[in-house]
T-cell receptor, first 111, second 118 residues
Framework: DQQVKQNSPSLSVQEGRISILNCDYT??????FLWYKKYPAEGPTFLISISSIKDKNEDGRFTVFLNKSAKHLSLHIVPSQPGDSAVYFC??????????FGTGTSLTVIP | GAVVSQHPSRVICKSGTSVKIECRSLDFQATTMFWYRQFPKQSLMLMATSNEGSKATYEQGVEKDKFLINHASLTLSTLTVTSAHPEDSSFYIC??????????????FGPGTRLTVL
């Protein structure tokens, strides 16, 4: 049973525009969320996190929004750059426990 | 950020042989390490949680006798795929949980190991 879902397997965005990646989860006990970026044949790289006590966290061009009532989080990248092209995974956990990952969204930023 | 290494990065082996993959936290002590497996175009699936000095906790459906995990020190966990078969071919990734501080729930991932069983 997939507790974390990313319903868009791929996304293409023009350079300079905003990229919005979405993630839904089913377990209301999750209280910590992460976004990872992954290039082919490499391990995931941590991007940004958010705890359930917040609804927004910003780090440079990356902002994560959390809507607990909808069990939804999103990652905004603005402005998008060609180097952002990668697969993005969202992950969720209950504090101290293992993470559950979404299936990933492949982002392509077109120059 | 913290660094986690994995060795080897790629391994090709014959069916029936065993393969050992090492995961090391290079600049911090990790009491907990995780082993994930990723099939093509699928999400990372947690295989087991490895705690230093104790037995690993395996996820449902993961054969503990086939995937042997040893976490003998605070900086090293190993995954041994015993009697490997072609269906074990996959990308194996470890992660180490940072033990303290604001990022105490954050995991740092290794670069992964591509296993191909012929």
């Amino acid at each position: 049973d997939q507790q974390v879902k990313q319903n868009s397997p791929s996304l293409s965005v023009q350079e300079g525009r905003i990229s919005i990646l979405n993630c839904d989860y089913t377990n209301s006990m999750f209280d910590y969320f992460l976004w990872y970026k992954k290039y082919p044949a490499e391990g995931p790289t941590f991007l940004i996190s958010i705890s359930s006590i917040k609804d927004k966290n910003e780090d440079g061009r990356f902002t994560v929004f959390l809507n607990k009532s909808a069990k939804h989080l999103s990652l905004h990248i603005v402005p998008s750059q060609p180097g952002d092209s990668a697969v993005y995974f969202c992950a969720a956990s209950r504090t101290g426990n293992q993470f559950y990952f979404g299936t990933g969204t492949s982002l392509t930023v077109i120059p | 950020g913290a660094v986690v290494s994995q060795h080897p990065s790629r391994v090709i082996c014959k069916s029936g042989t065993s393969v050992k993959i090492e995961c090391r936290s290079l600049d911090f002590q990790a009491t907990t390490m995780f082993w994930y497996r990723q099939f093509p175009k699928q999400s990372l699936m947690l295989m087991a949680t490895s705690n230093e000095g104790s037995k690993a906790t395996y996820e449902q459906g993961v054969e503990k006798d086939k995937f042997l995990i040893n976490h003998a020190s605070l900086t090293l966990s190993t995954l041994t795929v015993t009697s490997a078969h072609p269906e074990d071919s996959s990308f194996y990734i470890c992660s180490a949980r940072f033990p303290t501080g604001d990022i105490n729930n954050e995991q740092f991932f290794g670069p992964g190991t591509r296993l191909t069983v012929l």
